[in-house]
């Protein structure tokens, strides 16, 4: 189990699904390949597989313990979903809930379940089946979700959004319930208090309530920047965007303003879905970044 500490706080990776090859241009259809070619000597083979031209991700949470609570960042995929327009996570059986048990956590422990932007792979496990219902999967937990995003996937009101089908079912399973259950938090404004050293600020683009977790223990920093980046390529060309933003022009703004911040505080950044060493030191080079250092699990 991948766990590092900063500061006074733990913080422990819990894998969904492991590293798994998807399609560059699924993924990044407006991404030229001379892009990916031009960093292949360092993405290759962690983030990038040239010659299946595949980008390499992985579906994965993080648990944090800080100051006596039991936080969990983005909830994955969750099994038995109806996904029909997203084939990788339709229907899955995966054991998400063994591999938190073996970081030491019981549904029941957590206290507080942050989710970074309604996408169906970051909410999934906000509910389980329970006599054929979808109930809170996390009794005792309050739900952080923007307004923002809970207005926008809402199918009562009516959005058009660019990912169509790709979000189907998802707020009706996976939101709805926990809404329902009176157990959600949504937050407005630009920024939110979680408390044990953690708080959450909007970074608008990927979906309109897209937002980052900023960690602070001691002189130690983190952000989990959720789908803020789905490739470190996107560290060295931040204007960089994949077909699921559904704002490029203000995704890019939020990527370059959380990379500058991220560099200027020290701080480990921590995106959803990079396999491997997961996180990043970045620092600044001119108008791009690049990776300073790795994240170093024990």
């Given at each position: 189990m991948d766990t590092i500490t900063l500061g006074n706080v733990e913080i422990t990776r819990v894998v969904e699904l492991p590293t798994k090859g998807l399609a560059r241009d699924f993924i990044f259809p407006d991404v030229g390949i001379e892009h990916w070619r031009a960093h292949e000597h360092w993405l290759a083979p962690e983030f990038l597989d040239p010659a299946a031209d595949e980008i390499r991700t992985m579906i994965q949470s993080w648990l944090i313990r800080s100051e006596g609570r039991t936080i969990l960042i983005d909830t994955g995929i969750g099994n038995g979903r109806e996904r029909p327009a997203m084939p990788v996570f339709h229907q899955l059986n995966t054991d998400y809930l063994g591999n938190l048990a073996a970081a030491g956590?019981?549904?029941?422990?957590?206290?507080?379940?942050?989710?970074?932007?309604?996408?169906?792979?970051?909410?999934?496990?906000?509910?389980?089946?329970?006599?054929?219902?979808?109930r809170p999967t996390f009794p005792n937990a309050e739900y952080v979700i923007s307004r923002a995003d809970?207005?926008?996937?809402?199918?009562?009101?009516?959005?058009?959004?660019?990912?169509?089908?790709?979000?189907?079912?998802?707020?009706?399973?996976?939101?709805?319930?926990?809404?329902?259950?009176?157990?959600?938090?949504?937050?407005?404004?630009?920024?939110?208090?979680?408390?044990?050293?953690?708080?959450?600020?909007?970074?608008?683009?990927?979906?309109?309530?897209?937002?980052?977790?900023?960690?602070?223990?001691?002189?130690?920093?983190?952000?989990?920047?959720?789908?803020?980046?789905?490739?470190?390529?996107q560290i060295v060309e931040p204007d960089c965007c994949p077909c699921f933003d559904e704002d490029e022009a203000a995704a890019r703004v939020s990527r370059r303003r959380v990379l500058e911040?991220?560099?200027?505080?020290?701080?480990?950044?921590?995106?959803?879905?990079?396999?491997?060493?997961?996180?990043?030191?970045?620092?600044?080079?001119?108008?791009?970044?690049?990776v300073k250092e790795w994240a170093a699990w024990r």
């Open positions: 956590v019981r549904p029941e422990d957590v206290d507080t379940v942050i989710c970074t932007h309604v996408h169906g792979d970051h909410v999934g496990w906000n509910t389980h089946r329970v006599d054929g219902a979808w809970f207005d926008y996937w809402n199918p009562a009101n009516g959005h058009r959004t660019r990912s169509g089908d790709r979000n189907a079912n998802v707020f009706e399973d996976s939101v709805a319930p926990v809404h329902e259950a009176g157990q959600t938090v949504l937050w407005e404004g630009d920024h939110h208090d979680i408390g044990g050293g953690l708080r959450i600020e909007l970074a608008p683009g990927h979906t309109p309530g897209s937002a980052v977790v900023w960690l602070g223990s001691g002189t130690d920093r983190a952000v989990f920047a959720g789908d803020l980046l789905h490739s470190p390529l911040e991220a560099a200027d505080r020290g701080a480990l950044l921590f995106p959803a879905h990079f396999p491997g060493p997961g996180g990043a030191e970045v620092r600044r080079e001119g108008s791009r970044f690049t």
